[in-house]
């Protein structure tokens, strides 16, 4: 389960520079909300297409090269995504050669359509996010293209695997090579799309304690608005997260997932733009959603020990970064909190 570590020397391709990102104290948050334990957040825009789907993407292509599922100079990738995904595989459709087409919901950034364009996608917008639409076009599209290929980012087991080997292992990596008194996860916070993320963190988690390692709490965020972590559908604006069905690559009960905690838009938007401010990390709004669902969990009767713990290890996975939503109402709407209010009055004066 250890990952490689292949920052050394020149690498052959963008390929090489995905994922091997850092996992960040959060000490600022963690003083002002009085946790005892280490906060930490797994900064995935680091990745080189800017989000923890670089990796599925990644994984996905290669192994249905290994299958013969994807044939060079003939296959075309099609995939329904939210963005993220697409990107990754766009960008590895560049290195590669192929053909790429990305069905992407009316509610996604323009950033990511004009980014997927550049890398060379065709992009199809589609009404709503629901399976029907976004994996329908997808699928009629599949039927219509010769060499379309859906490598199905919602039933692909190579989507957990990602993060079972890479994301995870770095993530141990990480803890083992640190000061940290503890060496192992206490907590682990992170969204649900596909649920590849939280399902295959979960299960290498899991093994490892089988492995001799202590009990963790893995805990899934969800908007209000996606039925995953129950409740009724409804809008939302955060991108990436929640569902009106259930993926197939997501394993939502315990043991593997041992809560659910959900979080609306509010929430979400302001935790994001305070991890930029506090933290100096430029992350995106479902960011904000694993904190402000983390936040909730280590304040919760279930988290409490956690949180007084000065050893617990507590785990947030911060997907992407903000550079995908700078032209989105919210993050543009900046709040006077955030300024100096006497360096403001003196420039005002000027
Ligand atoms: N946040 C963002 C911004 C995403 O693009 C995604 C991927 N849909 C997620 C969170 C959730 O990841 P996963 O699909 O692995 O559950």
Not at 72 to 96: D, F, R
Not at 309 to 334: C, H, I
Request: charged share 25%.
């Amino acid at each position: 389960m250890a990952s490689t570590h292949h920052w050394n020397g020149v690498l052959d391709s963008a390929l090489d520079a995905v994922g091997e990102t850092p996992l960040i104290r959060l000490d600022r948050i963690a003083k002002a909300e009085g946790l005892k334990c280490n906060l930490l957040g797994k900064a995935e825009f680091f990745s080189v297409g800017g989000s923890v789907k670089d990796r599925i993407a990644k994984r996905m292509v290669e192994q249905a090269e290994k299958n013969g599922i994807l044939i060079p100079g003939q296959s075309v990738v099609i995939e329904p995504t939210s963005g993220n995904t697409g990107i990754g595989l766009a960008l590895a459709c560049a290195i590669k050669g192929y053909k790429c087409i990305i069905t992407l919901p009316a509610k996604m950034s323009l950033e990511k359509e004009v980014l997927l364009r550049s890398l060379g996608a065709e992009v199809v917008r589609t009404p709503h996010d629901s399976p029907d639409s976004l994996i329908g076009v997808a699928e009629r599209l599949k039927e219509k293209i010769p060499g379309g290929v859906i490598l199905d980012q919602y039933s692909n087991p190579n989507n957990p695997l990602a993060h079972y080997y890479t994301t995870y292992g770095e993530i141990a990596h990480a803890l083992k090579t640190s000061n940290l008194r503890r060496k192992s996860i206490s907590a682990l916070i992170a969204g649900a799309g596909t649920g590849g993320t939280i399902t295959g963190l979960a299960r290498a988690v899991r093994d490892s304690e089988k492995d001799g390692a202590s009990r963790a709490t893995v805990v899934a965020v969800d908007p209000v608005g996606s039925i995953l972590g129950g409740g009724d559908v409804g809008q939302y604006q955060v991108e990436g997260i929640g569902y009106d069905f259930f993926p197939a690559v997501l394993d939502p009960k315990p043991p593997l997932i041992d809560e659910w905690i959900k979080t609306n838009d509010d929430e979400a938007f302001a935790a994001c733009k305070r991890i930029i401010r506090q933290e100096g990390l430029a992350v995106g709004g479902s960011s904000g959603s694993a904190l402000a669902g983390a936040l909730k969990f280590l304040k919760s009767e279930e988290g409490k020990a956690i949180a007084e713990d000065p050893t617990a290890n507590v785990v947030v996975v911060f997907p992407d970064g903000v550079r995908n939503y700078m032209s989105k109402e919210w993050f543009l709407k900046q709040e006077e909190g955030s300024r100096d209010a006497e360096l403001h009055d003196t420039i005002r004066e000027l």
